[in-house]
């Protein structure tokens, strides 16, 4: 479920278009920034429920079938986001993310 698409620059002009949430549209740049294949990433983790943004949560997530399990993304304010986790993927392991790596992040 996506909630933004970037439009190419067309016409005679040279600017990229947003359509749609910019936070939606700046997620996506920073994807296809990053090498990731955003149809082939969505056909892959099909979006099977979403629970919109709440200003009481200050965060939205989408859950994802992901093979023969579900998977979870979150979006959402800094600050709430690092209170709720408890780990941190740094150099390809997992850390407990104590109250120094946090203030770090």
């Known amino acids: 479920m996506q909630h933004a698409r970037l439009l190419p620059p067309n016409h005679g002009s040279t ?3 947003v359509l749609g949430d910019p936070t939606e549209a700046a997620l996506l740049v920073a994807a296809l ?3 990731l294949e955003v149809e082939a990433e969505s056909e892959q ?4 429920h979403q629970l919109p943004f709440e200003s009481r949560r200050r965060r939205m997530s989408t859950i994802h079938q992901v093979e023969n399990s579900l998977v979870v993304y979150v979006k ?4 709430e986001m690092l209170e709720l986790c408890t780990h941190i993927r740094m150099d390809e392991r997992d850390r407990p993310l104590d109250e120094d790596l946090r203030a770090r992040v």
């Not at 983790?45 to 099977?48: G, I, N």
């Not at 959402?76 to 600050?79: D, N, R, S, T």
């Open 15 to 17: 600017r990229w278009t």
């Open 33 to 35: 920034k990053g090498g």
């Open 45 to 48: 983790r099909p979006c099977v």
């Open 76 to 79: 959402g304010a800094p600050k």
